[in-house]
């Protein structure tokens, strides 16, 4: 039996404002739920609830895992659960208040990312975050954008993102002066081709890039290419039509694409281990390690030219 008192992970990684701490959280499951893609809710608590004693005992023992010299080091902090940080009934908000004020005590923090659906999220709650920090620490709401084609989100992969929803979550985060990170899949179905993979992609880029510059909210996007996961509805159709997930090169497309536009963007090359064996990206014709390093490296620094450099990539 899993022990409510423990998260489900944490992480101290390089970023591009020093260091990240990741707090996730092991909470109630998604509400939703209904996502074809995701894996998350079966990392979570089915049955009895966990309570705000329990998460704010993850939250102590994450934090007792660091130095203060660790701790002088981060810039940022991400807050996940494997439902929606901004969901009151999984995260009640004194839990997300309680780590709040531990986190207003890192000397160097810049920036406090929320992963949440776009439901979850309330003016006078962002509000209050701000308020906490006295508006020196920039508030970031992390969403699910997923893919462009709404078809393909809300039917086929059942995502339940409208573009009006999309809108305004915007409009809220400019009122607020808060930033927006959405996820983008690559080649997110078995239906889809390479090329048309890339496109899809390149698509969303295009859109949030547009949403950003007409709601004036600072964005990123973070793509993920599509792994096969465990133990969620698509698994079993991915492996039945032989799903090829995508490869390394067509990351570095649509990451060369997103540079063009200059917004910022970031690849995930990590499954967190929730894919199957040999359901990750590909890597045909490039050196793996060479490749992954660079990619990782560009999240970072965001030159694209210095990363196909590193690659050996023909851009």
Known sequence: MKDKTKPLFHWYVDCAFGKELVFALYTRPCRYGRCAFCSLPTMSEGGDAVSAVDIEAQIDYIISHYTQEQINQIGKVSIYTASSVL????LPTRSLVYLALKASNFPNLQVLSLETRPEYVEDWELKALKHM?????KIE???GYETHDPHLRNKVLKKGLSIEKLRTLMAMLAENDCSLKAYIMLKP???LSEEEGIVEAVNG???LYDLSKEFKVETSLHLNPTY???DCSLTDNMIKF????PELSSVIEVLKFAKDLDITIYAGLDDEGMAIQGGTFRYTGLNKEKAVKSILSFNNHQDFKRMVEEADYNA
């Open 205 to 207: 880029v295009k859109e």
């Open 228 to 230: 096969i996961a465990k």
């Open 242 to 245: 032989g799903f090829q997930p």
């Open 87 to 90: 969901d009151q009934e999984c």
């Open 189 to 191: 179905h078995y239906s």
């Open 141 to 143: 709401v992390g969403i």
């Open 133 to 137: 920090f006295s508006n020196k620490v």
